[in-house]
């Protein structure tokens, strides 16, 4: 199993810079390689771009930097900005953090429309994990990635993907061909993006779009527009509100991602819907018709990362990130702090994806090929540093 170089760098200097219906596959969980088998702290002003040590710099710096030195634009696939550590790839739906002990970055990123997979790193050269057979209508593709439960042990990935005839959800390693896990998911013209987290407890967690039907979406009998929770099999998770059904709650549109306390305590998903883009808390058994939060000017929600006291949900059409304030019992606490938009932080344009590294910092996906308005390196896969939480009052 390929693993990214290490860093020359810690990565604690990035904090401190400045920045079932149907279709269940029954094999095991066997390892990879073995037979498949049927089935300083920033401030607001400061924004999330990090300034990281040149080499030969000291190894904490003593203090915050006191100025910014403007940073040249790319020169073709060259990036001069130390947050990208990943470039010129195409549309970066999907990102999947590499487990990490504080010394290395690495991440698996995921093209919508080609469905190829990269293992990317800081001071490593991108290289191709897998690539997986996916149909790229509409808004579908590779959507999901999500690191096995036990992927220090197995190597296993999970991916959501639009093929000629559903939607569904495969895994993979390294060298060896996708199996399905669990399919069937329904298919549209639209409605076909697919987000996956692991819960903490060994499951799946499966956010499916309403595949342009939105009663679907409150069909008990579909696996369209849900979360659904299932075994690294396929099967209905333990715990589920109804034992023979994956359906954890109802009422999607278009899922964006999810994301997680570390503890798996708090849940959430985003939503891109007809009206208004939202955010919801997940709750087993419920229907998603009670939003966290709103945007009624629909900033395409898509990533998020839960740091605690803020969730930093990123955005396509408002090519920035919004950062929630929370308060302790979890609860949205204030209107968003808007940061890498080009005048809070540097601007990455579209995000696609965001998935957590460590406490403090997250990896994120460019899809400026996508309707964006692309720089000569995109797409990229950059780092964001969380925001400190502020704002009051609420909409």
Same mark, same amino acid.
């Given at each position: 199993?390929?693993?990214?170089?290490?860093?020359?760098?810690?990565?604690?200097?990035?904090?401190?810079?400045?920045?079932?219906?149907?279709?269940?596959?029954?094999?095991?969980?066997?390892?990879?390689?073995?037979?498949?088998?049927?089935?300083?702290?920033?401030?607001?002003?400061?924004?999330?771009?990090?300034?990281?040590?040149?080499?030969?710099?000291?190894?904490?710096?003593?203090?915050?930097?006191?100025? +910014?030195?403007?940073?040249?634009?790319?020169?073709?696939?060259?990036?001069?900005?130390?947050?990208?550590?990943?470039?010129?790839?195409?549309?970066?739906?999907?990102?999947?953090?590499?487990?990490?002990?504080?010394?290395?970055?690495?991440?698996?990123?995921?093209?919508?429309?080609?469905? !190829?997979?990269?293992?990317?790193?800081?001071?490593?050269?991108?290289?191709?994990?897998?690539?997986?057979?996916?149909?790229? +209508?509409?808004?579908?593709?590779?959507?999901?990635?999500?690191?096995?439960?036990?992927?220090?042990?197995?190597?296993?990935?999970?991916?959501?993907?639009?093929?000629?005839?559903?939607?569904?959800?495969?895994?993979?390693?390294?060298? +060896?061909?996708?199996?399905?896990?669990?399919?069937?998911?329904?298919?549209?013209?639209?409605?076909? !993006?697919?987000?996956?987290?692991?819960?903490?407890?060994?499951?799946?967690?499966?956010?499916?779009?309403?595949?342009?039907?939105?009663?679907?979406?409150?069909?008990?009998?579909?696996?369209?527009?849900?979360?659904?929770?299932?075994?690294?099999?396929?099967?209905?998770?333990?715990?589920?509100?109804?034992?023979?059904?994956?359906?954890?709650?109802?009422?999607?549109?278009?899922?964006?991602?999810?994301?997680?306390?570390?503890?798996?305590?708090?849940?959430?998903?985003?939503?891109?819907?007809?009206?208004?883009?939202?955010?919801?808390?997940?709750?087993?058994?419920?229907?998603?018709?009670?939003?966290?939060?709103?945007?009624?000017?629909?900033?395409?929600?898509?990533?998020?990362?839960?740091?605690?006291?803020?969730?930093?949900?990123?955005?396509?059409?408002?090519?920035?990130? +919004?950062?929630?304030?929370?308060?302790?019992?979890?609860?949205?606490?204030?209107?968003?702090?808007?940061?890498?938009?080009?005048?809070?932080?540097?601007?990455?344009?579209?995000?696609?994806?965001?998935?957590?590294?460590?406490?403090?910092?997250?990896?994120?996906?460019?899809?400026?090929?996508?309707?964006?308005?692309?720089?000569?390196?995109?797409?990229?896969?950059?780092?964001?540093?969380?925001?400190?939480?502020?704002?009051?009052? !609420?909409?």
């Amino acid at each position: 199993m390929i693993r990214p170089r290490r860093r020359s760098w810690p990565l604690a200097l990035l904090a401190s810079g400045a920045l079932l219906l149907s279709g269940c596959a029954e094999f095991d969980d066997s390892a990879a390689g073995q037979n498949w088998q049927p089935a300083p702290e920033l401030t607001p002003e400061a924004g999330p771009q990090p300034e990281l040590p040149e080499a030969g710099t000291p190894a904490v710096p003593s203090g915050p930097p006191t100025s +910014q030195t403007p940073i040249p634009p790319p020169d073709g696939c060259k990036d001069f900005d130390k947050a990208v550590i990943a470039t010129c790839l195409d549309t970066v739906s999907a990102v999947a953090a590499l487990p990490t002990d504080g010394s290395t970055i690495g991440a698996l990123a995921a093209e919508r429309k080609s469905g !190829r997979v990269f293992l990317v790193g800081a001071e490593a050269e991108k290289s191709e994990f897998a690539t997986l057979d996916v149909v790229a +209508q509409g808004d579908g593709g590779l959507t999901g990635l999500a690191l096995s439960p036990t992927y220090g042990e197995d190597g296993l990935v999970f991916a959501y993907v639009t093929t000629p005839t559903d939607n569904r959800v495969v895994r993979f390693a390294q060298g +060896q061909p996708p199996k399905p896990v669990l399919t069937g998911i329904p298919k549209g013209q639209t409605g076909n !993006r697919g987000a996956l987290l692991t819960d903490g407890n060994g499951s799946l967690l499966v956010a499916t779009g309403d595949a342009g039907n939105a009663a679907a979406a409150a069909d008990p009998g579909s696996l369209a527009g849900k979360v659904l929770r299932i075994t690294p099999a396929g099967l209905p998770a333990e715990g589920n509100p109804r034992p023979d059904s994956p359906v954890l709650a109802s009422g999607l549109h278009n899922p964006g991602g999810m994301c997680k306390t570390t503890d798996g305590s708090r849940l959430w998903v985003t939503d891109q819907g007809p009206e208004k883009d939202a955010l919801y808390r997940i709750q087993p058994g419920s229907d998603l018709s009670v939003p966290a939060w709103t945007w009624p000017d629909q900033p395409g929600v898509t990533g998020c990362t839960d740091w605690t006291d803020v969730l930093a949900v990123a955005t396509s059409t408002g090519a920035n990130v +919004q950062n929630l304030p929370l308060t302790e019992d979890g609860s949205v606490g204030g209107k968003p702090q808007v940061t890498m938009d080009g005048n809070n932080g540097t601007s990455y344009g579209k995000l696609g994806a965001l998935d957590p590294v460590t406490p403090d910092v997250a990896v994120a996906g460019t899809i400026n090929k996508d309707g964006g308005t692309p720089v000569s390196s995109d797409d990229r896969v950059v780092l964001v540093v969380r925001q400190p939480a502020s704002g009051s009052g !609420r909409d």
